[in-house]
């Protein structure tokens, strides 16, 4: 059975992720304990750990935010974002171990079938487990700390801005997970961890990140504001 903070966390994460608050909406404790049954405290530790883990700021005595969204916070994100998990991937690479490069072969498949049945929240979950499994993998601490934090903020970009998880009219099933060009990327980044070729999964995972970049920043639309921003042209990795 989970405990209080642990239906709070994943609720909460599930109402940013779902749109039910806009760039710059504050989080009030008191409502989420209301609107999930639960006491103020293990929302309090929660809305603490999400600013820790970034995809929340905290502004004084004022509470809890979602972050206003820019193009240059957007830019500064991905590039961090690419440069982390990058080598988060090569060191998976160097470290591997049979049992690893199944959990993320099992993640790929689980992957697939979501995207197949355009299961859309539930492909969003085995994603973000996919990318921040990569990053325990790496078997570096700090690593994995630090992409988990600006895993998250970059996630508020993509489920704001990224059209796959926009409602979208009705889709013919089942969809072809060949057409995902995430879920193609993904097993280039396993099959390369597989074969322990750091140098090549560190720049499968940077091209990765940077599509995922392209993709968002190419539609958006021009001249909107209220955290909707013009596009950018992308961002050097190497610089």
Same mark, same amino acid.
């Given at each position: 059975?989970?405990?209080?903070?642990?239906?709070?966390?994943?609720?909460?994460?599930?109402?940013?992720?779902?749109?039910?608050?806009?760039?710059?909406?504050?989080?009030?404790?008191?409502?989420?304990?209301?609107s999930l049954g639960?006491?103020?405290?293990?929302?309090?530790?929660?809305?603490?750990?999400?600013v820790a883990e970034?995809?929340?700021?905290?502004?004084?005595?004022?509470?809890?935010?979602?972050?206003? #969204?820019?193009?240059?916070?957007? %830019? &500064?994100?991905?590039? *961090?974002?690419?440069?982390?998990?990058? $080598? +988060?991937?090569?060191?998976?690479?160097f470290c591997r171990?049979?049992?690893?490069?199944?959990?993320?072969?099992?993640?790929?498949?689980?992957?697939?079938?979501?995207?197949?049945?355009?299961?859309?929240?539930?492909?969003?979950?085995?994603?973000?487990?996919?990318?921040?499994?990569?990053?325990?993998?790496?078997?570096?601490?700090?690593?994995?700390?630090?992409?988990?934090?600006?895993?998250?903020?970059?996630?508020?970009?993509?489920?704001?801005?990224?059209?796959?998880?926009?409602?979208?009219?009705?889709?013919? #099933?089942?969809?072809?997970?060949? %057409? &995902?060009?995430?879920? *193609?990327?993904?097993?280039?980044?396993? $099959? +390369?961890?597989?074969?322990?070729?750091?140098?090549?999964?560190?720049?499968?995972?940077?091209?990765?990140?940077?599509?995922?970049?392209?993709?968002?920043?190419?539609?958006?639309?021009?001249?909107?504001?209220?955290?909707?921003?013009?596009?950018?042209?992308?961002?050097?990795?190497?610089?």
């Amino acid at each position: 059975m989970k405990n209080a903070e642990s239906i709070a966390y994943e609720s909460i994460i599930g109402m940013i992720l779902s749109r039910n608050y806009a760039p710059g909406d504050r989080l009030v404790e008191t409502e989420l304990a209301e609107s999930l049954g639960l006491s103020r405290t293990p929302i309090r530790n929660v809305l603490r750990q999400l600013v820790a883990e970034g995809l929340l700021e905290a502004r004084g005595n004022k509470g809890c935010y979602i972050p206003q #969204l820019s193009p240059e916070d957007m %830019n &500064s994100v991905f590039k *961090t974002r690419a440069l982390l998990e990058g $080598r +988060a991937a090569m060191e998976a690479a160097f470290c591997r171990t049979d049992e690893d490069v199944d959990m993320l072969k099992s993640l790929l498949d689980e992957e697939k079938e979501k995207y197949s049945q355009d299961k859309r929240k539930e492909y969003a979950a085995v994603n973000n487990k996919f990318h921040l499994l990569l990053a325990q993998l790496s078997k570096n601490a700090c690593i994995e700390r630090y992409v988990k934090q600006v895993y998250w903020r970059a996630g508020l970009y993509t489920f704001y801005f990224d059209r796959f998880y926009v409602p979208p009219a009705p889709i013919k #099933l089942p969809r072809d997970p060949s %057409n &995902s060009i995430s879920c *193609t990327e993904h097993e280039q980044i396993v $099959r +390369a961890i597989a074969i322990g070729d750091g140098s090549l999964a560190e720049n499968v995972m940077r091209n990765h990140i940077y599509t995922s970049y392209s993709r968002i920043a190419g539609r958006i639309p021009a001249g909107q504001s209220a955290g909707i921003f013009t596009a950018r042209n992308p961002f050097n990795l190497m610089s």
